[in-house]
C-alpha cells in the first residue's frame, strides 16, 4: 500500500514535469513572432528573406533603425503623435474621471445615480457606432487630420468613472466625515484625502488608458489620412510599402521601436498591467 | 442656526457634486450620447455631405438584410465570432488549468510574459508580422511545412483558408487574455473538497466535471460574452491581413462599415450597418445580465 501511494506520486511528479515542459515550449512559441521581428529588424535588408529563419539577431546591426528615421515617411513625426496623444488622453482620463468618481462616490446631490446610470450605458456601445458623427462634426470642425481631434474624444471614459467609483466605495469614509466637521471644503477633501486614497486605482487605469490609446487602431483610421497627423498603427500600413520593395528589415526595425513602450511597460510592471488589462475586461 | 448651517453645507454638496462630474458629463454627451442618437437617426436616411439628409424609412436596413453580400458579410462576422470565441476560451482553459500549480516565481513571470505579451501589443503591429509569417513563398510557417514534406498552404490568399489563419492568429493574441482570468477562477476553486474527491477516488476528468467546472462557470460564461463582444467588432487584424478578401471571404461588419462610410460615403447605410452591429452586441450583453441573474440564484 505504502509502495504503490509512492509510486503514484512518482508518476504525479513526471506528469507535472512534462506539462511544465510543454508550457515552456508553447511559451517559447508565443514568443516567436516578438523574437522574429526584434532579431530581423537587426539584419541587413539583404538577407531578409534568408531561410531558415532566424530568431535570434545575428549582430546588432543599427542602420535599419537609421533607414526608418531618415526615410521619406515622417516616422520621428509620427512617433510623437503617438505619445503626444496617449500621453494626453491618459492624463485627461485620469482627471475627469478622478473628479467624476469622486462626485459619484462622496457626494449627494439630485439626479446624482441616474446621471451615473446614463453614464455607465456607454460602456455597451461600440466605437463603430459613435463614428460617424464624430467624423462628419470634426469634418465641419476642421479637426479631421489633427491629433488633438483624437486628443479630445478620449478625454473621459465610463469605464474609468465605472472602476474608480467603485474603488473609492471600498475606502473607508471617516477620514472625509472628520475633516468636513473640521470645515474643509469639498475640493479640500478631494484633494488631501480621496486622492491619495485612490492612488493605486490610478495607476492601473493610467496604463490601461495608455496602451488602449497607444494600441487605438478604428478611430485614427477613420478620421486620419494624412501622414504627418499619424499614429503609429495606422503608419504601420504605410511603413508595409517597404516590404514590396524587400525591406522587410527595416518595417521591422520601425515596428520594434512602436512596440518598445508597452513592452517595456510590461516588464516592469507586470503585475499592474495585467491585473487593470483584466480587470478592465471585467466591468459589466 | 444650525438647520442654516446644515442647509448651507447641502447647497455646497451639491454645488461641487456638478461642478466635479460636469467635465465628464459634457465630453461623455459631445462623444458617446449624440453621436449614437445621431447614427440611428442617420441610419434612416440617405446622407449626401453636400446635400443633406433625406429620409428613406427602412430603406438601409431592407438592403442590408436582402442583399447577398452584406449578408455574406453578416455571416461571415457570425463565423469569426464562434470560431475565435470557442478557441479562444477553450485554449485559455487549457493553459489554465496546466498552469494553476504551484512552480518557482521566475517561471511564473516567464509564463505571464510569454501568454500575455501578444494580449497588450495592438493587432495592427502583430498582424504585419503576422502576415510575413503566412506568406507563401517566403513565409515563415510554410517553410517549417515544407520541411516537414508538406506543401505550399496558400494562408491568406484562398478563401478556404483566409478565415482559419485569421483565427490561429486571433487565438494566439487574445487566448491569454482569458488564461489570466481562468487562473484566477480556478484559484477559488475550494481545495478541501478537491483534495476530499482525490481521497475517494475520483478521476481527475471527473473531479473537473463535477467541481472545478461548476466552480468556474459563472467566469467562464463572462469570458464567452466579454470575447464575443470583442469578436464581433474585430477590425485591424482582419483589415491588415487580407483586407476583407480573397472576394468577400473574411470580409466583418467592421470593415463594411468603414468601406461604405469612407470609401463610397454610403453614409446613411454606413450607420444602419453600425446600428446593427450595436443591436448585436446589445443582445449579448442582455443575454449576460439574465444569465448571470440565473447563475447567481444557483
Do not use: H
Amino acid at each position: 500500500m505504502q509502495t504503490r501511494s509512492m509510486q503514484t506520486r512518482e508518476a504525479k511528479k513526471w506528469v507535472d514535469r512534462a506539462i511544465i515542459a510543454v508550457l515552456l515550449l508553447m511559451g517559447i512559441l508565443m514568443l516567436m513572432p516578438f523574437f522574429w521581428l526584434f532579431s530581423m529588424s537587426f539584419r541587413p535588408a539583404a538577407e531578409a528573406y534568408k531561410m531558415p529563419p532566424s530568431f535570434f539577431p545575428p549582430s546588432f546591426d543599427l542602420s535599419n533603425y537609421q533607414t526608418v528615421l531618415e526615410s521619406s515617411v515622417p516616422f520621428l513625426k509620427i512617433y510623437w503623435n503617438s505619445l503626444y496623444v496617449a500621453v494626453l488622453v491618459t492624463i485627461g482620463q485620469l482627471v475627469t474621471c478622478t473628479l467624476a468618481a469622486f462626485a459619484y462616490a462622496r457626494l449627494r446631490f439630485p439626479g446624482r445615480d441616474s446621471l451615473f446610470f446614463v453614464m455607465l450605458i456607454g460602456l455597451m456601445f461600440p466605437a463603430q457606432v459613435t463614428i460617424l458623427p464624430i467624423y462628419l462634426g470634426y469634418a465641419k470642425l476642421g479637426l479631421l487630420n489633427n491629433p488633438i481631434g483624437l486628443v479630445l474624444m478620449g478625454l473621459t471614459s465610463s469605464f474609468g468613472v465605472f472602476m474608480l467609483r467603485q474603488f473609492l466605495r471600498s475606502q473607508p469614509k471617516e477620514l472625509e466625515e472628520a475633516a468636513l466637521m473640521d470645515g474643509a471644503g469639498y475640493f479640500k477633501i478631494f484633494w488631501r484625502i480621496s486622492l491619495p486614497q485612490l492612488m493605486p486605482a490610478l495607476g492601473a487605469l493610467a496604463i490601461i488608458t495608455f496602451t488602449g490609446a497607444w494600441n487605438a487602431y478604428f478611430q485614427p483610421r477613420a478620421l486620419i489620412t494624412s501622414q504627418d497627423s499619424m499614429t503609429l498603427p495606422i503608419a504601420m500600413d504605410l511603413l508595409r510599402g517597404y516590404m514590396s520593395q524587400g525591406n522587410l528589415s527595416v518595417v521591422m526595425a520601425a515596428m520594434s521601436m512602436a512596440i518598445l513602450p508597452v513592452v517595456l511597460l510590461f516588464l516592469v510592471a507586470q503585475k499592474m498591467v495585467i491585473e487593470g488589462v483584466t480587470f478592465s475586461g471585467i466591468r459589466a | 442656526m444650525a438647520t442654516r448651517r446644515l442647509s448651507d453645507l447641502r447647497k455646497a454638496q451639491m454645488q461641487a457634486g456638478y461642478v466635479f462630474v460636469l467635465p465628464s458629463i459634457l465630453l461623455y454627451a459631445a462623444f458617446v450620447l449624440a453621436p449614437v442618437a445621431i447614427t440611428i437617426i442617420l441610419s434612416f436616411t440617405y446622407y449626401d455631405i453636400s446635400f443633406g439628409a433625406d429620409w428613406v424609412g427602412f430603406e438601409n436596413y431592407v438592403r442590408f438584410l436582402t442583399e447577398p453580400r452584406s449578408l455574406e458579410i453578416f455571416w461571415n462576422t457570425l463565423r469569426f465570432a464562434f470560431l475565435a470565441v470557442s478557441f479562444n476560451v477553450a485554449v485559455g482553459l487549457i493553459l489554465a488549468l496546466a498552469l494553476n500549480r504551484a512552480m518557482p516565481t521566475f517561471m511564473l513571470y516567464f509564463f505571464r510574459l510569454a501568454f500575455f505579451l501578444p494580449v497588450i501589443i495592438s493587432a495592427a503591429f502583430v498582424a504585419v508580422v503576422w502576415s510575413y509569417f503566412y506568406s507563401v513563398d517566403f513565409g515563415v510557417i510554410n517553410y517549417y511545412l515544407a520541411q516537414l514534406g508538406i506543401g505550399q498552404v496558400p494562408w491568406l490568399s484562398s478563401s478556404k483558408f483566409a478565415m482559419t489563419s485569421i483565427v490561429i492568429m486571433d487565438v494566439w493574441k487574445n487566448t491569454g487574455f482569458f488564461m489570466i482570468i481562468l487562473i484566477a477562477a480556478l484559484q477559488g476553486v475550494p481545495k478541501p473538497i478537491m483534495d476530499a474527491a482525490s481521497m475517494d477516488g475520483a478521476s481527475a476528468w471527473r473531479r473537473f466535471s463535477r467541481i472545478t467546472l461548476p466552480f468556474i462557470s459563472p467566469v467562464l460564461f463572462f469570458c464567452i460574452v466579454f470575447a464575443s463582444i470583442g469578436a464581433l467588432q474585430v477590425f485591424e487584424s482582419i483589415m491588415i491581413l487580407t483586407g476583407g478578401g480573397p472576394g468577400d471571404s473574411t470580409r466583418s461588419l467592421s470593415i463594411y462599415l468603414v468601406d461604405e462610410a469612407f470609401g463610397s460615403f454610403e453614409l446613411g447605410y454606413a450607420a444602419a450597418v453600425s446600428v446593427i452591429m450595436m443591436i448585436l452586441v446589445l443582445i449579448i450583453t442582455i443575454i449576460q445580465i439574465i444569465g448571470s441573474r440565473r447563475w447567481v440564484r444557483e
